[in-house]
Each structure stands twice: as C-alpha cells, then as structure tokens.
C-alpha cells in the first residue's frame, strides 16, 4: 500500500525520507523512490523492489538537499518498475509527484494532454497528476493555483505531495477523498509530510490530518491549509503520544474505526496491478489459473467461517453470473464432516483473513483429499491457507488489530470480482465489450467508499437513536442478502445486541411474527435488479409497527418517506454494490457499540484469528 514522506527544512531531507518509508513498509509496495531538490535541480533516484535497492542507488549515486519527497508504491496502472516507479517528473523537469489513489478519468485526461503534445514517461495514472499541473503553471499561475486547478481535475480519492523547483520554499499536498491520510507534521524551522504517523513521528509530536478537499502549503516557517476552492481554514493541531499504539490509531479513537476508513486505500491496494484499465482486463498471476483450467473447472465450492463465509456467498453470485459455474458456499467447520462430493474438476476456494483459521484448513485438506484443486484468499502472505493452496490471491488489505473484520471483508469481495471477471474471460462466456465495462466500472470503487465514508457523521446520529435497542433484524436480497447477515454479525459481535440477517424475502415466513414498535429493521434497498421487492418488505414491516433504517441510493425518493432512519449511499454499479452497502453498517455498529463504551477493538469471548475448532 502506498506510502509518502515529505520533508522542507535545513537539513538534508535524504535520510529523512528514507527512514520515514522504512517505517511504512509494513504497508506492502514493488517499488520506491524519492526526489530531492538538490543545488537548483530535482534529482530523482526510483526503482522496483525493496527500499534496499533504492538504498544502493542512493550509495551508488548520492542526493542530498531540500525539499524532499519519497514514495513506496503497489503498482495500479503499469507492472512494478523503475519507469512507473513515483516520484513522477514533468516534462520540464522542474515539477514532481507523489499520488496515492486512481485517478479515475486519467483515459478521458491522458487523451487531451496526448492532443496538446505531452508526451508520457510512464504507464501510470498518477504522471497525469504533474502534466496538469505544469499546463497550469504554462498559463502564468503559481505552484499552489495550477496544483489547485490540477486537482480540481481529477476524479477520484487522492493523497498528492508536490513540489518545484522554481519554488523551493514550499511543498503542496492534498487529500481528496479518502485514499488514506494526509498528514502534516509541526517542527521547529522544519516541517514534514507522511501518509501516516509513524513514518514522521520521531521528528515531531504536532500534526495536522487535512480533511477530505483540504490543501496544505507547507513552508520551513508555516503551514497554511486551505480548501481545494481556496477558503483558508484553521486547522486543529493534535499532539499525539509517543505510545506507538497510539500512533497508529492517529486520528481515530479505535482500530475498528481506521480500518474501516482504510478501506478506499486497501481496495486500491487490492486493485494493483490486478487490473489493466487500458485494456479491459484482469490479472491474477498467484493464482495459477491458465484458459485449459479455466475451461475445465465444473464447479466452485467457496468456504470460510463468519464474516469470511458471508464475503463468499457475494462471490456465489459474481461466480455464477459472470463465469456461469456452478457455485456453493459450504461453511468451513461443515466441509469436511459432509462427505463433500468433489474431484479434480472441483475448486475448493477458502477465504481466511489470517489463513489460519483451524476449520478452514481442515476443509482445504479435505478438498486435497478427495483431488480437488485449492484456491484461497487471504490477507497474511506466507500463511498456511496459502502455502497449501494450487493458487491464491492476497487480499492486500494491510494489518487488521480490530477483531471484527471490515476491510478484510471488502477485500475478498473484489478479489472475487477479479476472479469472476476473468474466469469468464478465460471461459469465453464475457464478450469484450461487457467485460471491458466490468473492468472500467472498478476504476470508481475507491472514490464510491470514499464518498461513503464522508456520510459517517449521519450514520452516528442514527447510532445515537438506536444505541440502547436489545434486538434488530437485517434483511436483504440478491447480492445484498449476504449483506444483512454480515451487518448483523458486526452488531452482535461489538455491541452485544442480538441481531439476525435474514433473506427478505422469507419474513414473511416468520421473522414478521417478531416486527413490533421495538424490533428495528434495517433493511437493504440500493437500486439494484431486486429493490421494488425490498420496497415491498419494508412496507410489510412498517405496516406491523416495525421501526425501519433503510440503505437507500442517492435521489430515492420513494423509500425514504416509508422510513424512520435513512442510510444513503452513491449511485453504484449493482454488482459492486455489496462493497459499499456494508459500509454504513460497518460504522452504524461501530458507533452503538462505541456509545455503549464497550471494548470495541476486543470484544468479549472473540479472538482475531480461530485457530482450533
């Protein structure tokens, strides 16, 4: 996952720089690189792999001066190398960038600046990032208004640090969205920019976090943030505590809760060079899954225990409808006391976060038993789930602490996006058109969570009225059905409210004997192939005193009157809609069970990782 180190002061900012991505590289990267404005000039040294080889490019080559900027990087657009390494230079040389993100309509930018005479230097999205700006600063602008217009340009969720040469008593960074943080560190004639905490934290306790659409310009004397229209804002400054747990809850007041912001940047992340948006399609090389493969597999068994059985049932239908094999959920602790009939034309895919889990191994080994093939997905590279696996796919979601899993959730649910994407490519059932539609649809997940997570001060207002409830019944159809079982899970898990996710559909069929004015419902109705029903249930339960929250799409205008608690959430396509309905129930369980001061992070009776039966 991307990392930023920034720095402007008197001091040399090479070493600063790489000890403050030393101390991110547990965020996962293939490549790093850092630009320091040395005697007038910007001096780039960048390449794939480990800090180690840009550590002996730097030996071999030194830099040395002020400002400076380093970037490690999980390549998104362009394969891991020195030429899509960050930072990224203009084509005057004067300007440079470092980007977390995908600029969502790079194609769309990429194409205009082609038509001006820009010529690129490498295959990412973020080099559009410095273009832009150079085109402004070409009108007469300074560096902090064409960086302005720049990133009034771009669509998506960003972290962008820049710097000049024709200015080098100051650097511009931003947050947009919520490609993870921003982070501005306070020293004494001197002053720091980071992705996150701990890489700065040695040189100063004081930071500032901008806030979604903020822009900073950083001095050696002074920071000034702004709005990315130009208000100028007072910005609130913590002191954060030397403690390095604390460090890395930063801003938030649990783990649960960062982890679920850092959903934009782990779905980002999970993205990586998985995806090739010029092209239409997907790539997922660890997973050894050749056309003849492909071709022959007559069916998909997908297990995996809790939140973990819940994101493959998602994958059921992603399976089923884009790849048309036959597709079954078995839970783990299940599998393998059920005689499973499976062969050699049977997958058996285990979904783990810590790959671990004792009765996901235990179905593995069955399925190895009986000669199926093994694929998994999991969120700790090296683990068990993945050294016996045929194929894998790591989720890419970053350490979890929090036991109630939320970004190690969405992960698996693209990461099986990307499977049934490419199975049915591979199988020949996605025609071309269709798939490239699939694919160009990913570019705007990041920035859909991202604008979902801005709605999480509504969502604690709903948690408020809710806090002190002793049941709730979560209902959901389709691709969403899953979905309810998993915001109940969350609920019962964190806050100790007993809570069930049912197919809406089957109230009827007795849940609805339970609906009164003190059973709340929440239920699922984004625009999806299956909302006229949930209006219907909704209607159903409001008929029987029920008290209703509803997940509604933005504009609907039909749900919400019928409602007592509205849940809204962007426009998204229907088949990544799971992605971002689970959201507010993610933070709507959080923030009853934060009101209700429970240990959030460790609830009672729960380990992270289920290692015996």
């Known amino acids: 996952m991307c990392g930023i180190v920034g720095y402007i002061g008197p001091r040399n900012a090479t070493p600063i720089l790489l000890n403050g991505l030393k101390r991110l590289e547990y965020r996962g990267y293939d490549s790093a690189g850092l630009a320091v404005l040395q005697n007038g000039k910007i001096e780039i040294r960048r390449d794939a792999g480990k800090l180690s080889r840009l550590t002996e490019l730097i030996n071999s080559d030194p830099i040395q001066g002020s400002p400076g900027v380093g970037h490690t990087r999980w390549a998104t657009h ?12 203009g084509a005057t040389g004067r300007v440079v960038v470092v980007h977390n993100g995908i600029v969502e309509n790079f194609l769309e930018l990429r194409e205009e600046l082609a038509a001006e005479g820009v010529e690129f230097n490498s295959d990412t999205d973020s080099e559009i990032i410095v273009h832009l700006v150079e085109h402004h600063l070409s009108a007469g602008l300074d560096l902090t208004e064409a960086a302005r217009r720049a990133f009034q340009q771009i ?15 100051k650097m511009i960074c931003a947050r947009i969205g919520n490609a993870g943080g921003v982070v501005v560190g306070l020293g004494e004639g001197e002053n720091f920019i980071a992705s996150d905490i701990p890489a700065i934290l040695e040189h100063t306790r004081r930071m500032i976090f901008l806030e979604s659409r903020q822009m900073a310009i950083v001095r050696r004397e002074s920071v000034r943030v702004e709005t990315l229209e130009g208000e100028e804002v007072k910005p609130q400054i913590h002191t954060i505590s030397w403690d390095a747990i604390s460090a890395e809850k930063g801003e938030y007041r649990h783990f649960m809760q960062k982890e679920i ?8 992340d999970t993205l990586a060079g998985r995806v090739d948006f010029q092209n239409g399609r997907v790539r997922l090389p660890e997973l050894n899954l050749t056309p003849d ?20 049932m998602v994958g059921k239908y992603l399976i089923e409808r884009l790849a048309r094999i036959p597709t079954e959920v078995v839970i783990g602790s299940e599998l393998r006391y059920s005689d499973p009939i499976l062969n050699e034309r049977t997958v058996v895919l285990a979904i783990s976060q810590s790959g671990e889990t004792a009765d996901t191994l235990a179905a593995m080994e069955e399925g190895r038993r009986k000669g199926a093939i093994l694929w998994s997905i999991v969120n700790v ?10 194929g894998s796919i790591s989720m890419q979601a970053g350490p979890e602490i929090g036991v109630a899993s939320t970004k190690a959730f969405t992960a698996p649910l693209v990461d099986q996006y990307l499977l049934a994407v490419l199975l049915g490519d591979l199988r020949g059932v996605l025609d071309e058109t269709t798939r490239r539609a699939l694919v160009a649809d990913l570019r705007l997940l990041p920035d859909l969570v991202s604008r979902t997570l801005e709605r999480e001060p509504h969502v604690e207002k709903v948690a408020h009225a809710l806090k002190d409830i002793r049941n709730c019944l979560y209902l959901g159809r389709g691709i969403n059905m899953p979905i309810a079982y998993e915001g109940a899970l969350k609920l019962k898990e964190i806050s100790y409210i007993h809570a069930e996710g049912y197919p809406a559909g089957e109230m009827k069929h007795g849940p609805i004997a339970l609906i009164d004015e003190t059973m709340p419902v929440v ?18 339960a409001k008929a029987r005193g029920g008290k209703v929250i509803a997940v509604v799409t933005d504009g609907d205008d039909l749900i919400p009157p019928l409602c007592d608690h509205v849940l809204s959430i962007p426009a998204t396509p229907w088949l990544l809609s799971p992605v971002i309905t689970v959201i507010p129930l993610q933070l709507l369980a959080y923030h009853i069970a934060a009101l209700r001061g429970l240990d959030v992070d460790q609830p009672r009776n729960l380990a992270k990782s289920v290692t015996v039966e």
């Not at 590279?381 to 045929?390: E, H, K, P, T, V």
């Open 78 to 89: 362009g394969p891991p190398s020195a030429r899509n390494a960050h930072p990224h230079i």
């Open 155 to 169: 669509q998506g969720a960003h972290g962008i640090v820049l710097l000049s040469a024709d200015e080098p008593d």
């Open 261 to 268: 912001h850092e959903q934009v940047r782990s779905i980002t």
């Open 293 to 312: 493969l492909a071709r022959r597999i007559e069916r998909i068994v997908i297990t995996g225990c809790g939140t973990a059985a819940y994101a493959g």
């Open 381 to 390: 590279i090296g683990s068990q789930a993945m050294r016996i696996a045929d």
């Open 523 to 540: 239920a699922l109705a984004p625009r999806d192939p299956w909302y006229e029903k949930m209006v219907s249930q909704i209607q159903q």
